[in-house]
């Protein structure tokens, strides 16, 4: 009896030997920097110094389907979108240096792309790299989605039945991946990919926010279609928010 009663307790310390007492965890595995409760935050504004004449409205008359579909607000140029005291909308905003180096998983939640009254919406996205990208039309004519990347591969798909849907993954990061339509020349989309989630598309009060960042010393750059990219460098220690202005001087 004392035999297998010893027995049985070597083989009972073997298993918590093998289990092992609960390991620390890895503070990367452990949360993910963008949900860190010691997140900084830098948010800001992108305007615009100068006179901006009203938007012009598109020439749908290449295809009178997209004449019979389209809204009169849908037939406004968005290359240069501004709002009151001059916030510029569609601009893209991104950490571009500074990061810690360490993975950030894509997120599993599709971005969605639309072909809508013959014009992508929206104009400007983001999205991480192997993150999906949904591309459907709503429309009930033939579209094409031509990506024209540099770095990513190149692809150009026909959607032409309406709520037809696509799906793409971009495996590199690429600032900016230009996607038109051959048969509307006047349909235009950027998509800004990154391997990491610090990104935002400012809107129509020119706003953006990016949240939950490690501390540290950061380069924060913008990009528009028209008015070309700046930078700014930034520091934030932990749970700090800090402001930043942009501005574009129109000639």
Same mark, same amino acid.
């Given at each position: ?5 010893? /027995?049985?307790?070597? @083989?009972a &310390?073997?298993v918590? %030997?093998?289990?092992?007492?609960p #390991?620390?965890?890895?503070?990367? =595995?452990?949360?993910?920097?963008r ?9 800001g504004k ?5 006179v /901006?004449?009203?938007? @012009?409205? &598109?020439?749908f008359? %290449?295809?009178?389907?997209?004449? #019979?579909?389209?809204?009169?607000? =849908? ?5 240069l ?15 571009k240096q500074g990061l810690?180096a ?37 429309d009930?004519?033939?579209?094409t989605?031509?990506a024209?990347?540099?770095v ?31 048969m ?8 800004g990919?990154l ?33 070309g990219?700046?930078?700014q ?19």
């Amino acid at each position: 009896m004392r035999a297998h009663i010893f /027995v049985l307790c070597i @083989a009972a &310390l073997a298993v918590s %030997a093998c289990s092992g007492s609960p #390991s620390k965890p890895d503070p990367a =595995a452990a949360e993910s920097p963008r949900d860190a409760a010691s997140g900084a935050r830098i948010t800001g504004k992108v305007v615009v110094d100068g006179v /901006v004449t009203s938007a @012009a409205e &598109l020439r749908f008359d %290449a295809d009178p389907q997209c004449v #019979s579909i389209a809204s009169r607000e =849908a037939r406004r140029a968005e290359h240069l979108v501004v709002g009151e005291a001059n916030a510029l909308r569609n601009v893209f905003v991104y950490v571009k240096q500074g990061l810690p180096a360490q993975a950030y998983p894509p997120p599993r939640e599709a971005v969605m792309l639309d072909q809508q009254q013959c014009r992508y919406v929206p104009r400007v996205l983001g999205v991480q790299v192997d993150q999906p990208v949904r591309i459907r039309n709503s429309d009930p004519l033939l579209h094409t989605v031509h990506a024209q990347g540099t770095v990513n591969n190149r692809f150009n798909l026909g959607t032409p039945v309406q709520g037809m849907e696509v799906n793409r993954v971009f495996r590199a990061a690429e600032v900016m991946v230009p996607v038109t339509c051959d048969m509307h020349p006047w349909m235009n989309a950027y998509i800004g990919v990154l391997d990491h989630p610090f990104f935002d598309v400012t809107t129509e009060s020119g706003r953006f926010s990016l949240t939950g960042l490690p501390p540290g010393a950061y380069v924060i750059a913008i990009w528009h279609e028209r008015l070309g990219t700046q930078t700014q460098d930034v520091e934030v220690s932990a749970g700090e928010a800090r402001e930043l202005t942009f501005t574009y001087t129109l000639s």
